[in-house]
């Protein structure tokens, strides 16, 4: 089966689009892990994260109540998220989310946990240290389920960024609703092939590792926890070497205390600092790459591709579609991780102004990050604005990206065009714009694009 790019028609490839671009027929094997919605800065993640808190905080309320009714009506609706085609599963997709027969257990699992009955268990990424039975690839599941309402909003934005009419609706599936902790149902619209529904998901939010790890908390820090301890108290377990140096073997401490999630809570509840530490040194895991997605991606191709393709697109109405969309590749493979999640033609002040692409700043590090940080610029957002002209781009053009901008949203954006009839006076131009305080405009043109490639 094609990819999702090939299926539509988008003449893109994976490097130039923010979203996964799956196969229809076949999982990849990524997670959808829940904490990294809690690293992110940007209103799309801040929903998500809301959405899982208040998901696990009803879970975590039924327990404590030995409320099964609500327990089992909150898991009942978790069911196998195939439209994402992200996973483990062979073959066609299958996810593995909670049946209906699997509900009534997994409460009781959680009601019976040691770290639910102690209060260690606090969010959704816990269960794969503490709860048996549940590991990343069902979490990532979880986590799909409760962020459906988000993921669909995802994919109406991109089919919108791409040009993909989406006609007629389809049964959403169980949404999560944050403010009165409900499940519930609509009719939406979303891509259809062969007869399924997909969810697209962006690239920012997958990782091909999960970032909680039971083996990894046990190995890395519950056993070099009991190294020390054993050492301190010169236990039964220390070795003398004939150098004189003593030593307590992980191997010996395995045999005491083998691997087990009941036995981490019980570990964890004693030593609650081991953990503590533990989730300190888990840092925002990197974002996957698109070498590693497309193992056939060519930096040096798809360069020259870009710089033989722009020249030959026209100036002017007739060929503004082709400009714009080539900018919306070009500029994703750019700044890709910094700049995610494009929407085109987003809608401010009630729809009176258009912002031909928005992006949502990600950056960790760099110029986005300072302009993220400083409080004239505050780049929540990035916004493009695209001119195919054939005459000189002039005040107009900036006084209407200049139009865009708020202190809320940000004072940032990239005015693209074709070229200058007089660069200096063009970035005069925007210095004044700038020392007007209404915002930072960087002018790009086809020379500066091509200077990249």
């Known amino acids: 089966m094609a990819k999702f790019s090939e299926y539509f028609a988008l003449g893109k490839t994976q490097p130039e689009l923010d979203f996964v671009d799956i ?35 009803a879970v975590l309320e039924a327990i404590k109540d030995d409320d099964i009714a609500r327990g089992q009506e909150l898991l009942d609706q978790l069911h196998e998220p195939n439209e994402t085609c992200l996973g483990l599963s062979k073959g066609r997709p299958s996810g593995r989310g909670i049946g ?32 048996e039975g549940i590991g ?8 799909t389920n409760i962020i459906r309402r988000n993921l669909i909003e995802y994919t109406q934005h991109q ?27 609509e009719y939406v619209q979303l891509p259809i092939i062969e007869h399924r529904q997909v969810l697209l998901v962006p690239k920012a939010s997958v990782r091909w590792n999960f970032s909680f790890s ?27 070497l004939v150098n004189g140096r003593r030593r307590v073997t992980k191997k010996a401490l395995k045999a005491i205390h083998p691997l087990s999630k009941h036995f981490l809570a019980e570990f ?38 870009i710089s033989a393709i ?58 986005f990050l300072r302009r993220l940080r400083e409080p004239r610029v505050n780049a929540v957002q990035v916004y493009i604005e695209c001119k195919n002209y054939m005459k000189e781009i002039a005040n107009p053009e900036l006084d209407q990206l200049g139009g865009r901008f708020s202190p809320q949203r940000g004072r940032l954006g990239f005015l693209v065009g074709r070229s200058f009839d007089n660069a200096e006076l063009f970035a005069a131009r925007c210095r004044d714009t700038a020392l007007d305080d209404r915002g930072f405009i960087i002018p790009l043109v086809d020379d500066d694009i091509l200077f990249f490639f």
């Open 23 to 57: 196969d229809s027929n076949t999982d990849t094997a990524l997670f959808i892990d829940p904490t990294v919605f809690g690293k992110h800065r940007d209103p799309w993640s801040a929903q998500c994260n809301e959405a899982i808190l208040s998901f696990f905080e």
């Open 214 to 240: 039971h083996q990894d908390y046990y190995d890395g820090f519950v056993l070099s926890f009991l190294q020390d301890e054993n050492l301190k108290q010169n236990s039964a377990l220390v070795e003398t």
């Open 136 to 143: 990343p690839d069902k979490i990532s599941d979880v986590t």
């Open 159 to 185: 089919c919108a960024l791409h040009g993909i009419v989406l006609q007629g609706t389809v049964a959403s599936g169980n949404l999560w609703n944050a403010y009165n902790r409900r499940w519930e149902q």
């Open 268 to 305: 964890s509840e004693q030593y609650p600092e081991v953990l503590a530490r533990y989730k300190q040194t888990l840092g925002a895991t990197a974002e996957v790459r698109d070498a590693e997605l497309d193992e056939n991606f060519d930096e040096r191709v798809f360069a020259k591709v």
């Open 310 to 367: 722009l020249p030959t697109i026209g100036r002017g109405n007739q060929d503004a579609a082709k400009f714009h969309s080539l900018m919306v590749g070009t500029l994703e493979f750019l700044f890709y991780p910094n700049l995610i999640y494009p929407t085109k033609e987003l809608e401010i002040h009630d729809g009176r102004k258009r912002i031909d692409i928005s992006y949502t700043n990600n950056a960790e590090s760099g110029f």
């Open 100 to 131: 209906r027969s699997q509900a009534q257990e997994l409460f009781n699992r959680l009601v019976r946990s040691k770290a639910a009955e102690t209060g260690l268990l606090t969010d959704l990424a816990d269960c794969e240290l503490f709860i």
